[in-house]
């Protein structure tokens, strides 16, 4: 998700400064997500940029607010209704992570894979506590709760799948060559 369409996600709710963007974001992502202040306000700044928020006067706390645009509001309905694509998101740095590990001397890939099962099923336990203790009136955070979930157990799934392929595709060790008895070359040499 960006920043940018997750601020402007927010002022839809209406004017609001950029602490509040924080707290309201990171609220809105359950906490599984900590916003920078900094990545707030150069954002805002960008957003303001682009006509896509507006500021406000300061308010008497020495606040200023922002309100999102009538362009805002189209580029925030064109978000919601465009599906992100496979290739939009970040990099898999897990599945880079076991490639490399594959082509690297004298890395243990069994251990990768197992060091990374063992933290996501310590992860998917977490998660299954925190769902079970969660309000059920928040259903926002539930919806980001069962995501990361599903996330957990798809990757453990994955790893399996990549041990399983490993043992069964991966090429065995090359023999290392047996050294010849230099005596024997020796005698060959010498009666030549």
């Known amino acids: 998700m960006s920043i940018r369409h997750g601020l402007l996600a927010l002022l839809e709710r209406g004017p609001m400064y950029g602490y509040q963007l924080r707290a309201a974001f990171e609220e809105s992502v359950g906490g599984t997500w900590s916003l920078n202040i900094g990545q707030v306000y150069t954002t805002l700044s960008r ?12 308010n008497d706390g020495g606040q200023r607010p922002y309100e999102i645009t009538e362009t805002g509001r189209a580029e925030l309905a064109r978000w919601f209704a465009t599906p992100i694509e496979r290739t939009d998101r970040p990099r898999d740095e897990l599945a880079i992570k076991l490639a490399l590990a594959m082509t690297t001397p ?11 099962r063992t933290a996501g099923v310590r992860a998917l336990q977490e998660y299954t506590r925190l769902k079970r203790r969660q309000d059920t009136g928040d259903l926002p955070w539930r919806l980001v709760l069962d995501a990361m979930i599903f996330q957990c157990e798809a990757e453990i799934r994955w790893l399996d799948h990549c041990e399983a392929t490993i043992l069964r595709d991966r090429p065995a060790p090359a023999a290392k060559p047996v050294a010849q008895d230099a005596s024997a070359d020796d005698r060959e040499g010498a009666g030549r």
């Open 47 to 58: 957003l303001e940029r682009d006509e896509l928020v507006h500021p406000l006067p300061e």
């Open 106 to 116: 004298g890395v243990d890939v069994g251990a990768v894979v197992q060091s990374q």
